[in-house]
């Protein structure tokens, strides 16, 4: 999915005269091939990630800016799972 509007690409004198599809084409193609590069999503959505923390306090996560944080959960070595205190929490 493109994160680029139609209506601002049309906005560009150079844009203006290209084809709807082929136009949105286009910016599916830079979104997809800048998304690779830097190596994560860049549209603002809700997302579900679990990580591998192997003891450790800090980890790092796969998408940013996180506008909201809803909850953590930990699963303990025997299955067991507790929330994160949201206190606890540095974003």
Request: with cysteine; hydrophobic share 45%; aromatic share 6%.
């Given at each position: 999915?493109?994160?680029?509007s139609?209506?601002?690409l049309?906005?560009?004198?150079v844009?203006a005269?290209?084809?709807?599809?082929?136009?949105?084409?286009l910016?599916?193609?830079?979104c997809?091939?800048?998304?690779r590069y830097i190596?994560?999503?860049?549209?603002l959505?809700?997302?579900?990630?679990?990580?591998?923390?192997d003891?450790?306090?800090?980890?790092?996560?796969?998408v940013?800016?996180?506008?909201?944080?809803?909850?953590?959960?930990?699963?303990?070595s025997?299955?067991?799972?507790?929330p994160?205190?949201?206190t606890?929490?540095?974003?």
């Amino acid at each position: 999915m493109s994160w680029v509007s139609l209506e601002r690409l049309q906005k560009s004198p150079v844009l203006a005269a290209v084809a709807v599809g082929l136009l949105q084409d286009l910016a599916q193609a830079a979104c997809a091939s800048i998304e690779r590069y830097i190596g994560r999503p860049l549209e603002l959505k809700e997302r579900t990630e679990k990580y591998d923390g192997d003891d450790r306090r800090t980890l790092f996560l796969n998408v940013f800016p996180v506008t909201i944080l809803t909850e953590i959960i930990v699963t303990d070595s025997d299955g067991g799972q507790r929330p994160i205190l949201q206190t606890l929490i540095l974003i």
